[in-house]
């Protein structure tokens, strides 16, 4: 089990698994907030502290909430506003043990442009155009 918390602890997670991969994306939003991030089925991390010790955070197309330490200001994680059957939640494994962070193959994705992973974008054969 692999557990975490915000710099103060009042929030803490518990992760149902050890994550093979996370997501460093480039959007607006995450650029400022860090990450990596890990995704799970909602509801399968444990929580402790939410939602009494946080607050959240809804903007653009308002489907989902970052939520954030009360105290410390610590991103925790993001939760979908009506989550559906088969819904993910991200966790910020940054606030987790940085041996867990280092065993976690990170790839980035390109969340402020092409909405894709830029190993993908890499990898789409060239137009040849100069």
């Excluded at 607050?55 to 989550?83: F, Q, S």
């Excluded at 894709?116 to 137009?127: E, M, N």
């Amino acid at each position: 089990m692999h557990e975490g918390t915000c710099h103060c602890g009042a929030v803490r997670m518990t992760l149902p698994a050890t994550p093979e991969v996370a997501t460093d994306c480039n959007c607006s939003l995450c650029r400022r907030i860090g990450g990596p991030w890990v995704y799970f089925e909602f509801g399968t991390v444990k929580i402790d502290g939410h939602p009494e010790a946080t607050a959240e955070y809804v903007w653009g197309d308002k489907t989902l909430r970052t939520i954030h330490c009360r105290t410390c200001g610590c991103v925790t994680h993001w939760e979908p506003l009506a989550p559906a059957p088969g819904a993910k939640h991200g966790i910020n494994l940054g606030n987790f043990d940085p041996a867990l962070i280092a065993s976690v193959r990170v790839r980035k994705f390109d969340g402020a442009n092409t909405w894709k992973f830029f190993d993908q974008i890499d990898a789409l054969p060239s137009t040849g155009d100069a």
